[in-house]
């Protein structure tokens, strides 16, 4: 039911329910544009999110597994001229990793050819190897964990389960390797298009 407005122009109704008509349609499509936006960012962000708390739950269980287990001493094998050379590529020291964390590697005194790499409480004494793409290996000798080293970054899997400890980790002579390599002008493509 209308009610009539006093000294309202012809028309005056149905202007003012176009304009309710207007205004509703705005806040529907304002609604469901934030929805959208939302659900954009929840996607683009929970994959990181899940590897962060996997992460996170991988270590727990290497720690959770070292503590329990007896410290068995180790015979390892003389180092070999590869591994000895695998050995001189291996960058030592402190290594900024995702989430705030960092690895330390550094020789190992007791065993030459071998280094020890340290994530929070954990710890391990690795074998270097030079995988045929170039890449430094470091493989635990016990078969617990590998460190992956490229020229930009490194990271820790466990290979018992196959997940990534620790990814993004950057030693600082692989920050100056990126660094130097975002200088350098883009090269040309087979994907770019003729000029």
């Known amino acids: 039911m209308k ?3 006093p000294n309202a122009p012809s028309g005056f109704h149905s202007m003012n329910a176009s304009r309710h008509a207007r205004r509703a349609r705005l806040t529907r499509t304002l609604a469901v544009t934030t929805g959208l936006v939302i659900g954009m960012a ?3 962000i929970a994959p990181q999110m899940a590897h962060a708390s996997n992460a996170v739950k991988a270590s ?3 720690i959770k597994g070292a503590s329990q287990a007896p410290e068995v001493p180790l015979q390892l094998a003389a180092a070999s001229p590869e591994q000895l050379f695998a050995q001189e590529r291996v960058l030592t020291g402190a290594y900024n990793c995702e989430f705030g964390q ?7 005194e007791a065993n030459p ?3 020890d790499l340290t994530l929070g409480k954990q710890k391990w004494l690795m074998k270097p190897v030079l995988s045929a793409t170039g890449a430094t290996r470091l493989e635990d000798v016990r078969g617990q964990a590998l460190l992956v080293q490229i ?3 490194s990271m820790v899997l466990d290979t018992r389960t196959g997940k990534r400890l620790v990814d993004a980790c950057v030693h600082e002579v692989q920050r ?4 130097d390599l975002a200088a350098q002008p883009a090269r040309a493509s087979i994907f770019d298009a003729p000029r």
Do not use: D, R
Request: glycine residues 4%.
């Open 176 to 179: 100056k390797a990126e660094a």
């Open 151 to 153: 020229l930009t970054k």
């Open 113 to 115: 050819g071998y280094v």
């Open 102 to 108: 960092s690895i330390v590697v550094k020789h190992n």
């Open 60 to 62: 727990k269980s290497v």
């Open 42 to 44: 929840a996607a683009a």
């Open 3 to 5: 009610f009539p407005v």
